[in-house]
């Protein structure tokens, strides 16, 4: 009858994109209901157009990723000629100055690497899926996992790194006066010259894994951690008793006390650490554990439908980010099938389970 | 618009005028004045940058002699260490063809994102850049959290818009990541003056 209800017409392409954007702002708050979530799967079902566009913006977002190499460019070479006030009158120049000679004078060029920044601090992230290296002004490299944050503070007296999420693996330039300390939760771990990852779990878990060296773990209470954070000081604190000891081989859970401590032998450390070279391998890990990982690094969700299946003893390889690869594994060699709900969200059944 | 976009648009001929005499391999002047741009932008997204002209030449002048010294110190000792060429390899490094095409990427992405609103574009970058949460970049603002949201969402729907007015397809993107040597859209990139006078005429 009414000819002019818009009830069907699609609303422009103007408009979907206006609320899908929306949505991805939305998607990026600390927190996101569960009222929000189901109002964004009606939205999303609206009409396929509504997916397409959704998608295009998600993957821009994504793509725009790369923008965050401008901090490393502004970083690296413009520094010298930024447009402050000039060196010689920044405060505390002149005792720089003198220490730089003296340490010239003594050590070459180990002032000299550092530049005028003695004092040097930045921020890290990393996106879902996301990997990258960070190489430091001391020689040390940071290789940062997917959906990570570090913060670096060097001072003359101490490398400090805070791992507030995620989880990263490091190689420590040797320098006996000058320790390298991991701040993650409630743990810290002090290295000399070593490689080693740590990781933030749920739980404010800190697990430890230690390649090369050695490297001793000792707890604080959050509230003094979370206080050096803020203040933006690199953090020579007064640090508890080291609670353990761990060397090369060795992995550890701990937070205000040691929860497990286990000898690992290099292929299983090569294993777990295989996200370094963007790879995921598994040998006989049950599956929950399998998709609780492969979900660290993919929006998609994956479900269980059947718990038992959750302690099936799953082995592959994979490539970060590829979860097809593992859903056709899983389908091919251990006979599940896998059910796509929608682009975002899988289902795992095992093959004999009737599809209510 | 951000202040040197602006004055890279305005001052572009005098710049690739002074990169010509500046160095002797004059095919790559457009290439420096990019670069130079690029850098230049990354510094502005930390501080405000009082004369934009007078530093995009002094960056400029750094490109070329940071490329000659570059040259003079890596190129030809690397390639023949075989130790290095095997570090690079296990470090994960992008291949030279990978890194310029992220290196594109980041120029059409850059050059989006410069061309937006100056409350805007810091909002968007602290967001996307610093990964700051909205409160966060609200303090640091001094506006509220809601116009922060309003914020990042009109700058990704105008680089959007953008993008798809330079003729790129978003939906390409996805293919770059799995094999950004060959199947990337940027492969082949317009150059930034083409961008560029496109901007002047979309900023109205």
């Not at chain 1, 069907?8 to 408009?15: A, D, K, Q």
């Not at chain 1, 720089?96 to 550092?114: D, P, Q, T, W």
């Not at chain 1, 933006?232 to 353990?244: D, H, L, V, W």
Request: proline share 2%; aromatic share 8%.
């Amino acid at each position: 009858m009414s000819k002019d209800n818009n009830v069907l017409l699609l609303p422009s392409v103007e408009t979907i994109e206006e609320e899908a954007s929306t949505w991805l702002v939305v998607f990026g708050r600390e927190s996101v209901s569960d009222q929000e979530k189901t109002d964004f799967e009606y939205w999303l079902e609206r009409s396929e157009r509504h997916r397409i566009i959704f998608n295009e913006l998600a993957a821009l977002w994504g793509e725009m990723a790369v923008l965050k190499e401008l901090d490393d460019i502004a970083e690296s070479s413009v520094e010298f000629i930024n447009a402050r006030s000039p060196l010689w009158q920044r405060k505390g120049f002149m005792s720089l100055a003198a220490s730089i000679f003296v340490a010239v004078f003594m050590s070459g060029l180990f002032y000299f690497n550092n530049g005028y920044g003695v004092n040097q601090q930045a921020s890290y992230v990393t996106a879902m899926g996301e990997q990258r290296s960070i190489h430091l002004s001391d020689g040390s490299i940071i290789q940062l996992n997917t959906n990570s944050q570090v913060d670096v503070r060097y001072s003359k007296a101490v490398r400090s790194i805070y791992l507030i999420q995620g989880e990263g693996f490091f190689e420590v330039a040797k320098n006996k006066s000058r320790p390298f300390k991991v701040y993650a939760g409630e743990g810290v771990v002090r290295a000399v010259g070593t490689a080693f990852s740590v990781r933030l779990m749920a739980e404010q878990e800190v697990e430890v894994i230690v390649e090369e060296g050695r490297v001793a773990l000792s707890s604080q209470d959050l509230d003094s951690i979370m206080s050096l954070i803020e203040s933006s000081s690199s953090g020579e604190s007064q640090n508890r008793q080291p609670i353990a000891e761990l060397t090369a081989g060795q992995s550890a859970v701990f937070a205000q006390k040691i929860q497990t401590l286990e000898h690992m032998p290099a292929i299983e450390i090569n294993r777990k650490l295989a996200w370094r070279q963007g790879m995921l391998a598994y040998a006989g890990d049950p599956l929950a554990s399998v998709v609780d990982d492969v979900s660290r690094y993919t929006d998609i969700k994956i479900e269980i439908t059947d718990p038992a299946l959750r302690g099936m003893q799953v082995a592959g390889h994979f490539r970060v980010g590829e979860v097809e690869a593992l859903f056709d594994s899983l389908e091919l060699t251990f006979g599940l099938r896998v059910e796509r709900v929608n682009e975002g969200y899988f289902k795992l059944y095992s093959a004999q389970e009737v599809k209510k | 618009m951000s202040a040197i976009l602006k004055a890279y648009l305005e001052s572009e001929k005098e710049i690739k005028r002074y990169l010509k005499r500046l160095t002797s391999n004059s095919s790559s002047v457009d290439d420096y004045a990019q670069e130079a741009f690029l850098k230049s932008f990354a510094a502005e997204t930390r501080s405000t940058i009082k004369e934009p002209r007078a530093f995009l030449f002094k960056v400029a002048r750094n490109v070329v002699f940071g490329e000659a010294r570059h040259k003079k110190t890596s190129a030809s000792g690397y390639i023949q260490d075989a130790e290095d060429l095997d570090q690079m390899l296990d470090d994960n490094q992008p291949s030279p063809e990978v890194w310029l095409d992220g290196r594109r990427k980041l120029l059409l992405f850059s050059t989006a994102v410069a061309n937006l609103p100056e409350q805007c574009r810091k909002a968007f970058l602290l967001r996307r850049v610093e990964g700051l949460q909205y409160g966060q970049i609200a303090d640091r603002m001094g506006i509220s959290v809601s116009m922060v949201e309003k914020h990042v969402q009109r700058g990704l729907v105008k680089c959007n818009a953008y993008l798809r007015e330079q003729g790129y397809d978003m939906s390409e993107f996805g293919a770059a990541t799995k094999d950004a040597a060959k199947s990337s859209p940027l492969t082949k990139p317009k150059p930034l003056t083409k961008l560029a006078e496109q901007v002047e005429s979309s900023d109205e």
